[in-house]
C-alpha cells in the first residue's frame, strides 16, 4: 500500500506556470501524473520510469511539462510551463509497481484552471 497526496494545483492564466507535487508515503513505486477534465475521459500526462529509462510525457505537453523525482524525498514532480485552457484539469499522481503495467494507487488529484 501507498498514499498519495497532491499539491501545488491553482488557477493561472494562458502561458502561466504551475508545479504539481506528489509525495508517497512508500519508496520502490513508479509514479506518474494523469489528467481529467470534465467530460473527458483521464489521460497520463507524464510517467516515471524505473532506472535511468527516460521519462514517458504525451506529446501534447512535450516542451511544456518536466516530470522529476526526489527520491529522498519519495516525492514526484510536475513543472508545467506556458499552460493552455486544453491543459485545465483535475491532476492525479499514481503509482505502480515497477514491473507492473497496472496503476493501482491513486491520489486525491489536484485541481489546475487556466484562464485564457
Known amino acids: 500500500q501507498v498514499q498519495l497526496v497532491e499539491s501545488g494545483g491553482g488557477s493561472v492564466q494562458a502561458g502561466g506556470s504551475l508545479r504539481l507535487s506528489c509525495v508517497a508515503s512508500?519508496?520502490?513505486?513508479?509514479l506518474g501524473w494523469f489528467r481529467q477534465a470534465p467530460g473527458k475521459d483521464r489521460e497520463a500526462v507524464a510517467v516515471?520510469?524505473?532506472?535511468?529509462?527516460?521519462?514517458w510525457l504525451r506529446d501534447s505537453v512535450q516542451g511544456r511539462f518536466t516530470i522529476s523525482q526526489d527520491k529522498t524525498k519519495n516525492t514526484v514532480y510536475l513543472q508545467m510551463n506556458n499552460l493552455t485552457p486544453e491543459d485545465a484539469a483535475t491532476y492525479y499522481c499514481?503509482?505502480?509497481?515497477?514491473?507492473?503495467?497496472?496503476?493501482?494507487?491513486w491520489g486525491q488529484g489536484t485541481q489546475v484552471a487556466v484562464s485564457s
Open positions: 516515471m520510469y524505473q532506472g535511468t529509462g527516460a521519462p
Open positions: 512508500a519508496d520502490d513505486y513508479c
Open positions: 499514481a503509482a505502480r509497481t515497477c514491473t507492473s503495467h497496472q496503476w493501482t494507487y
